[in-house]
């Protein structure tokens, strides 16, 4: 079978209103995909920078996938989350980008949104906190659905990937 290690970090996020950010992050792959070893999902740690420019986690993604066809290629999907000063946990974006199909090194930004809601959601939002959320997070990495979603653009999440292919060519896949 066709191997696919992924081995780097999400580095942090920047551009967003507040900071004590964390990061919930998964990855999904179609059913041609099976997981040989490393974790599928995880969660960053808080971090309160003193300086605000960007929040830095350096969290780890060790991941080694197994497949026969391309399709279903993973993609990393990410939900950027505010810790204010009481512990309460608003959600500031979320975010997908495909994992880079060809070897090498890969440093890349991922763009994240958050659904906008009423009028009445965005002054409560404001005053009490919260906000909007979905209901299905399938939305984030697929387009079924997420052209109907009012959104407003929120910050970046910086990622170091490290792509290594094995066995590729066996099955006529050439990059």
């Known amino acids: 079978m066709a191997e696919l290690h992924i081995i780097g970090q999400i580095v942090g ?5 507040q900071h004590s950010l964390f990061c919930k992050w998964g990855l999904h792959a179609g059913c041609a995909w099976k997981l040989l070893s490393g974790l599928r999902e995880g969660q960053t740690q808080v971090d309160n920078p003193a300086i605000k420019e960007m929040s830095y986690w ?5 991941v080694h996938y197994a497949t026969k066809g391309l399709q279903g290629w993973p993609k990393l999907f990410l939900q950027v989350w505010h810790q204010d000063s009481f512990g309460r946990s608003e959600l ?7 994992i880079p199909s060809s070897p090498g ?3 890349m930004d991922c763009v994240t949104w958050r659904p906008l809601g009423t009028w009445q959601e965005q002054l409560s ?9 979905l209901k299905h997070s399938d939305l984030i990495h697929t387009g079924a659905d997420r052209y109907r979603l009012h959104t407003v653009a929120m910050g970046k999440v910086h990622l170091q990937l490290n792509i290594i292919l094995r066995n590729f060519d066996r099955y006529g896949v050439e990059y």
């Open 92 to 98: 500031y974006g979320y975010g997908f980008c495909h």
């Open 13 to 17: 996020a920047s551009g967003f209103p």
């Open 105 to 107: 090194f890969h440093q």
């Open 58 to 62: 350096s969290h780890p993604v060790d």
């Open 125 to 133: 939002q404001m005053f009490v906190g919260g906000g909007p959320q």
